[in-house]
Every structure is written in C-alpha cells, then in structure tokens.
Nanobody, 120 residues
Framework: VQLQASGGGLVQAGGSLRLSCAAP??????MGWFRQAPGRDREFVAA????????YHADSVKGRFTISRDNAKNTVYLQMNSLKPEDTAVYYC????????????????WGQGTQVTVSS
C-alpha cells in the first residue's frame, strides 16, 4: 500500500492550503492526518471514517482544519484555513488498521509526508 501526500508549501499566517492524500485501495478504510514539527513528537491532526460520516479533529485545529474524502477518487483531503506559524510541520496521511482513531499506533500504512511552512 502506498499513500502519497501532496499539497504542502509555504504560506503566510492566515492563509490556506489543501493537502491531498492519494490512497489507492483504501476507500473502505478509516484514514487520518498527523503532523510532526521539528524536535517534537508526531501528533494527531484529524481522522475520518471510511464513509466520511464520522470525523475527529484535534482541539488545536478544530474550526480551522477540515478532513474530508472522495472515495471515487481514492483521495483524502485536509483543508487548512487560518494557518498559524505553529502549524508548521511535516504532514502525514495514514490508513487505520481497524477503526477511526486519534492514536498513531492504530495506523499501519503511512505516506511520505508533505512539508507545510507558515510564516509570520
């Protein structure tokens, strides 16, 4: 299974980006986004059930980020609005082993990451 994250880049504070995760064959799997800032542990950002009917967002991004998916395109998205410098990190998409979760340990396939840099 190969997940391919894209859409990262450099943006000013207050700006927006949309990340995409190509996830061939994962339309029946719950998916998630995580991020890792320099010198910090990887942390949960958002997750979505396979149907799209259930979503979780970390408190730090709630109201600013939105996870969604298009199973016809085998793609999961992370719309990021009102970006802050503290959102700077490498963002990873992942496929859950069993169920929608905030726990990194419950994801077994990971994409390579895409860099998001927010300037102040």
């Amino acid at each position: 299974v190969q997940l391919q994250a894209s859409g990262g880049g450099l943006v000013q504070a207050g700006g927006s980006l949309r990340l995409s995760c190509a996830a061939p064959g994962r339309s029946r799997y719950d998916m998630g986004w995580f991020r890792q800032a320099p010198g910090r542990d990887r942390e949960f950002v958002a997750a979505i059930s396979w149907s799209g009917g259930t979503t979780y967002h970390a408190d730090s991004v709630k109201g600013r980020f939105t996870i969604s998916r298009d199973n016809a395109k085998n793609t999961v998205y992370l719309q990021m609005n009102s970006l802050k410098p503290e959102d700077t990190a490498v963002y990873y998409c992942a496929s859950s082993r069993v169920r929608i979760s905030r726990l990194e340990s419950e994801y077994d396939y990971w994409g390579q990451g895409t860099q998001v840099t927010v300037s102040s």
